[in-house]
């Protein structure tokens, strides 16, 4: 049985950029409404939930409302149109031009189709052509005004009335202490409908309250209010618009955090100093603990088992009894490995552990021959059989990026990687970035900002210095090469990536708000503010004895904020130093009673209030819970969605 939990260095979390801050302590997630995140859309503004109009109505704003300035495109926007492009769409959105084309010959099929979609921001029609050299344009121009949609029929499937370009339903949604899918789960119950007919563009953490977008196909919107209030956590809707799309995973730009640090151990003016250096130079932009579960048995060693082809060891290494797990789960593991009896183990787990990660393999390995491990592992989901791939490769990049600040610290090298914007034609399928090796000539025209790291893959293209060695001396020594990262099954199938080793936080802001105690809610929620109509609740105490630090920030997706905290206080985010600080503080505490002197600890554990809540909500609390650790990916799914291969 494994009784040691995963820390940040076993998974290459070992630097800090800011060598300078001594770090100071303090309470991160002392109770879920210190924790709020609100995602960024594709249009680079955050979500919202300001009504619950009727949705052809909030259609309509939404068609109304269109970028004017090219600044206000996101990121992944900018890499598909120019300066140029956009200048000529405003023309045609202005009724200054009949219509643009832009050449997508040597785009790839994803791309066009995100230029399609480009094409809905400014509620533009598109229609791919081809021009007298034969090469593809996609047309873009204005939708004629008595031009009816075509639909086979005249009426889709389902909800009567709605035309093929209002078959999805968009919609905000706000929950506090739950996670996406889980909510997603309920709410599909709730409404007699499944699970796949919802989508989103990036999970949510379960401890906190969030706001994102969420789309679902053939449902009222009447029906799903009647579904929220039956609800007895909170949960809000609104902001209805209709689409003749669902969303995508990666169908965001970013999410934006407000982030309660209760009880901290130092002055207004050293954080100044520590949050003014993170504004400027931002942090280490590694994969974060949540990557790589909870439990003593990281998921990057289940992948390495999977790359390995040793599909034995990565059913063994899920289905190993662990110290912190549920005591029916742990007897019935326990039972398995002792036996190897699978249909005993799965029967004796209760009905409201069936759908846990050990069980359904558990259930794939009674359905199969003991043997055909293969067939087995198909009983789980496939998002939770990537993330074991992504995992490895994260656990290699984190310990890349380590290896480089440490010896070389900001510096930028000849052979690192930047980003080749010269060629829209993606190289390498699933990836969708290319990337070029920088000469010595150039090294002056760059900044670590602008360097990549790859994440291992058979696609990927290495940097040409000490980067390249150390990569592949750490797969060497599991006999991996990058070749071991093909697989003709899907879900193990992984082309590789880039990761930018530096980010930089945008919209960086902090006050220090003094107040009584550790409960007290000293952030505005999203529900609170679509509320709003006379003044707002006072935030904090001026008489109060406790100093805490709010932070806000917007990240771009694939960051997580718990890295961007780490650098900010200088701390280990894993579960046992989190937990060697609980216990170092309950000791002094005890030592305070005895008239010695005491000081105050990071915490990420729930108060007993919050331990209360969690339970009514149904919240699953082992550590080893896998849906959990999707669930808690902050910050959207980018790096999966990079790694897909096109269908």
Request: proline fraction near 2%; hydrophobic fraction near 30%; include cysteine.
């Given at each position: ?196 007919y919802f989508s989103f563009a990036g999970t949510k953490d379960r401890r906190g309250r969030t706001l994102q977008r969420v789309a679902v196909s053939l449902i009222k919107p009447e029906s799903i209010e009647k579904a929220v209030a039956r609800f007895k956590t909170e949960v809000a809707v609104g902001n209805y618009t209709y689409h003749p799309q669902g969303l995508r995973l990666g169908d965001l730009s970013g999410n934006h955090f407000e982030i309660a640090i209760k009880d901290v151990d130092t002055e207004g003016t050293r954080i100044d100093q ?130 480089r600040i440490e010896k070389y610290g900001t510096q930028v090298l000849e052979g690192d990687l930047v980003e080749d914007k010269s060629d829209k034609t993606y190289k390498s399928p699933g990836i969708r970035i290319n990337v070029r090796k920088l000469k010595a000539s150039e090294l002056s025209d760059f900044t670590i900002y602008d360097i990549f790291l790859p994440l291992p893959g058979y696609a990927i293209t290495l940097p040409d210095n000490e980067m390249k060695d150390f990569m592949m001396e750490m797969l060497k020594a599991e006999d991996l ?167």
């Amino acid at each position: 049985m494994m009784t040691s939990l995963v820390t940040e260095n076993d998974v290459g979390i070992c630097r800090y950029l800011n060598s300078d801050n001594k770090g100071f302590k303090g309470r991160i997630k002392e109770r879920y409404s210190d924790f709020n995140v609100t995602e960024i859309g594709l249009d680079g503004h955050q979500v919202s939930l300001v009504s619950q109009n009727d949705p052809k109505e909030e259609t309509e704003k939404e068609q109304n409302k269109v970028p004017d300035v090219y600044e206000d495109l996101s990121e992944e926007v900018k890499k598909l149109i120019s300066v140029q492009d956009f200048q000529n769409i405003l023309k045609v959105v202005k009724g200054e031009s009949d219509k643009h084309d832009i050449n997508v010959e040597k785009m790839s099929k994803a791309d066009r189709k995100a230029i399609h979609d480009i094409c809905k921001i400014f509620n533009l029609e598109s229609n791919t052509q081809t021009s007298s050299s034969g090469e593809k344009m996609i047309e873009m121009k204005k939708p004629s005004a008595d031009k009816k949609v075509q639909n086979r029929g005249g009426i889709n499937h389902g909800e009567r009335g709605r035309s093929k370009a209002e078959k999805f339903l968009h919609f905000s949604l706000y929950k506090e202490n739950m996670g996406t899918s889980e909510l997603i789960s309920q709410l599909a119950h709730s409404l007699r409908t499944k699970d796949k007919y919802f989508s989103f563009a990036g999970t949510k953490d379960r401890r906190g309250r969030t706001l994102q977008r969420v789309a679902v196909s053939l449902i009222k919107p009447e029906s799903i209010e009647k579904a929220v209030a039956r609800f007895k956590t909170e949960v809000a809707v609104g902001n209805y618009t209709y689409h003749p799309q669902g969303l995508r995973l990666g169908d965001l730009s970013g999410n934006h955090f407000e982030i309660a640090i209760k009880d901290v151990d130092t002055e207004g003016t050293r954080i100044d100093q520590i949050m003014n250096y993170f504004k400027e130079n931002g942090f280490i932009n590694y994969f974060g603990m949540q990557r790589f579960g909870t439990s003593e048995v990281p998921t990057h060693q289940i992948g390495l088992k999977i790359l390995k082809r040793d599909l034995n060891g990565a059913v063994d290494l899920i289905l190993l009894p662990r110290e912190h797990q549920s005591a029916e789960l742990k007897i019935a593991l326990t039972s398995y490995a002792e036996t190897k009896d699978a249909e005993s183990a799965f029967k004796s787990l209760p009905y409201k552990m069936k759908n846990r990660i050990e069980a359904k393999l558990l259930n794939g390995i009674k359905s199969h021959h003991e043997n055909d491990k293969v067939n087995a592992m198909k009983f789980i989901p496939s998002g939770v059989k990537q993330m074991y791939g992504h995992a490895y490769q994260s656990y290699i990049w984190n310990s890349l990026v380590s290896k480089r600040i440490e010896k070389y610290g900001t510096q930028v090298l000849e052979g690192d990687l930047v980003e080749d914007k010269s060629d829209k034609t993606y190289k390498s399928p699933g990836i969708r970035i290319n990337v070029r090796k920088l000469k010595a000539s150039e090294l002056s025209d760059f900044t670590i900002y602008d360097i990549f790291l790859p994440l291992p893959g058979y696609a990927i293209t290495l940097p040409d210095n000490e980067m390249k060695d150390f990569m592949m001396e750490m797969l060497k020594a599991e006999d991996l090469t990058l070749e071991s990262f093909r697989s003709s099954i899907r879900d193990y199938d992984l082309p590789g990536g880039y990761r930018k080793i530096l980010i930089k936080a945008q919209d960086v802001s902090w006050e220090v708000v003094k107040h009584k105690s550790l409960t007290d809610d000293i952030i505005h929620s999203k529900l609170e503010l679509s509320k709003q109509t006379g003044p707002l609740r006072e935030i904090g105490d001026a008489e109060g004895g406790m100093t805490s630090l709010i932070v806000r920030m917007s990240l771009v997706s694939s960051c997580y904020a718990t890295m961007a905290l780490r650098e900010i206080m200088r701390v280990h985010t894993d579960v046992s130093s989190m937990k060697a600080d609980v216990e170092e503080e309950s000791e002094k505490e005890d030592q305070t009673a005895n008239g010695e002197d005491s000081e105050s600890s990071i915490k990420h554990q729930a108060t007993n209030q919050d331990e209360k809540d969690a339970n009514q909500n149904g919240e699953m609390s082992q550590n080893g819970d896998s849906k959990r650790k999707l669930e808690e990916k902050e910050g959207g799914d980018e790096e999966v969605k990079k790694q897909k291969v096109e269908a």
